[in-house]
């Protein structure tokens, strides 16, 4: 099992980390800065020349709380799905890697 998390935020570089085991919950409430809720249709993420199988996070009441547009991963997430009108805001946690480590989420 290998996979890894990266942290998209609304500004500066993106972060991976490399991880070996299930992500706790509460690295993904920290990397979106509240409660977690999937983005539908962020199913893949590209990383060093791969395309991987993915599962990304944003904060659930971020549009609620004001927080601002993630240029980056809704460009990433219109890639995914042409004809979506929506964006996401603050930071963005997507967790990919093999099939055995989707899994454990």
């Given at each position: 099992m290998?996979g890894y998390?990266?942290?998209i935020?609304v500004?500066?570089?993106?972060?991976?980390?490399?991880?070996?085991?299930?992500?706790?919950?509460?690295?993904?409430q920290?990397?979106?800065?509240?409660y977690?809720?999937?983005?539908?249709?962020?199913?893949?993420?590209?990383?060093?020349?791969t395309?991987y199988?993915?599962?990304?996070?944003c904060d659930e009441?971020?549009?609620l709380m004001?927080k601002?547009?993630?240029t980056?991963?809704?460009?990433?997430w219109?890639?995914?799905v042409?004809?979506?009108?929506?964006?996401?805001?603050?930071?963005v946690?997507?967790v990919?890697?093999?099939?055995?480590?989707l899994a454990?989420?």
């Amino acid at each position: 099992m290998k996979g890894y998390v990266a942290t998209i935020p609304v500004s500066g570089p993106i972060t991976v980390v490399e991880c070996n085991g299930p992500v706790p919950l509460d690295i993904l409430q920290r990397g979106v800065g509240g409660y977690i809720e999937v983005v539908p249709f962020f199913d893949k993420f590209s990383y060093e020349g791969t395309t991987y199988p993915a599962v990304a996070f944003c904060d659930e009441e971020g549009k609620l709380m004001g927080k601002p547009i993630n240029t980056q991963a809704t460009h990433n997430w219109w890639d995914l799905v042409p004809v979506m009108n929506d964006v996401l805001v603050g930071n963005v946690v997507v967790v990919f890697g093999d099939k055995a480590f989707l899994a454990a989420l």
